[in-house]
C-alpha cells in the first residue's frame, strides 16, 4: 500500500517563474491539504482540497493556487516565484478523519 | 487566537539522560486535538501521538509518554533514556474545529554519544 507520493523531490527556479509541485494521496484518501515549511520554522497550511474543491485555505496570497483530480490526486501552483517561496513543500492526505493525516516526503524547492 | 508555542528552540542532551520538550497551545475551541510530529533530516512528517482534548489521560509508548494539562494549555513529551536516533525536529501541533493543522516552530533535539 503505498503512502503519500510527491514529485519533484528538488526543485530549482528562478525568481519570477512559475512552479508545479505534485501530489499522489495515500490509497483511499480523498482529502488533500498543503504545506509549506521555510527553512527552520514550522510548517504552515496552504489550501486543504476535497471532491477537486478547495475547501479552505491559509494566510496565502493568490500567486499559491491548487488543482485536484477525479483520482483525489492534486498540484499545487505558485506563479511568481519570490525569494521567500524557498521550502519545503509537504502534502497530507486523509479520508473521514481529518485528525488522521498522512504526510508525504515533500518536494524542496530553492528560488534563486 | 490559534497557536502553538514551543519556546525551547534547541536542546542538546547526552545518550541515556531524559528529556521533556514543552508545548503550550492556545485555542478557544472546545473540541480540537493535539499532536507530536518528528521530523528527521529526510524531512519527512513522523506522526508520534495524537490526543483529543477530552482525554486528559497521560500516555506512554516505550520511551516517550506525554502529559497534557488542560488546566496549562500544555501538552509536553518526554523521551526517557534518550538515544542518538531519537536526533531530529520535533513539532507540537494543534487542529482546532477545524481540518488544518497549526505548528508550533519545532524543537531541535540533538543526542549525543
Known amino acids: 500500500d503505498a503512502g503519500v507520493t510527491q514529485s519533484p523531490t528538488h526543485l530549482i527556479k528562478t525568481r519570477g517563474q512559475q512552479v508545479t509541485l505534485r501530489c499522489s494521496p495515500k490509497?483511499?484518501?480523498?482529502?488533500v491539504s498543503w504545506y509549506q515549511q521555510a527553512l527552520g520554522q514550522g510548517p504552515q497550511f496552504i489550501f486543504q482540497?476535497?471532491?477537486?474543491?478547495?475547501?479552505q485555505r491559509g494566510n496565502f496570497p493568490d500567486r499559491f493556487s491548487g488543482h485536484q483530480f477525479p483520482n483525489y490526486s492534486s498540484e499545487l501552483n505558485v506563479n511568481a516565484l519570490l525569494l521567500g517561496d524557498s521550502a519545503l513543500y509537504l502534502c497530507?492526505?486523509?479520508?473521514?478523519?481529518?485528525?488522521?493525516?498522512?504526510f508525504g516526503p515533500g518536494t524542496r524547492l530553492t528560488v534563486t | 487566537a490559534q497557536k502553538v508555542t514551543q519556546a525551547q528552540t534547541e536542546i542538546s542532551v547526552v545518550e541515556k539522560e531524559d528529556v521533556t520538550l514543552d508545548c503550550v497551545y492556545e485555542?478557544?475551541?472546545?473540541?480540537?486535538?493535539l499532536f507530536w510530529y518528528k521530523q528527521p533530516p529526510s524531512g519527512e512528517l513522523v506522526f508520534l501521538i495524537r490526543?483529543?482534548?477530552?482525554?486528559?489521560q497521560n500516555e506512554i509508548s516505550g520511551r516517550y509518554s506525554w502529559n497534557f494539562q488542560k488546566s496549562t494549555s500544555s501538552f509536553n513529551f518526554t523521551i526517557t533514556a534518550s538515544q542518538v536516533v531519537d536526533s531530529a525536529v520535533y513539532f507540537c501541533?494543534?487542529?482546532?474545529?477545524?481540518?488544518?493543522?497549526?505548528f508550533g516552530t519545532g524543537t531541535r533535539l540533538q543526542v549525543f554519544p
Open positions: 501541533a494543534l487542529m482546532p474545529n477545524t481540518d488544518k493543522l497549526i
Open positions: 497530507a492526505s486523509s479520508r473521514d478523519n481529518p485528525y488522521e493525516q498522512y
Open positions: 482540497y476535497y471532491e477537486e474543491e478547495e475547501r
Open positions: 490509497s483511499g484518501h480523498d482529502t
Open positions: 485555542t478557544r475551541d472546545t473540541t480540537y486535538y
Open positions: 490526543r483529543n482534548s477530552f482525554d486528559e
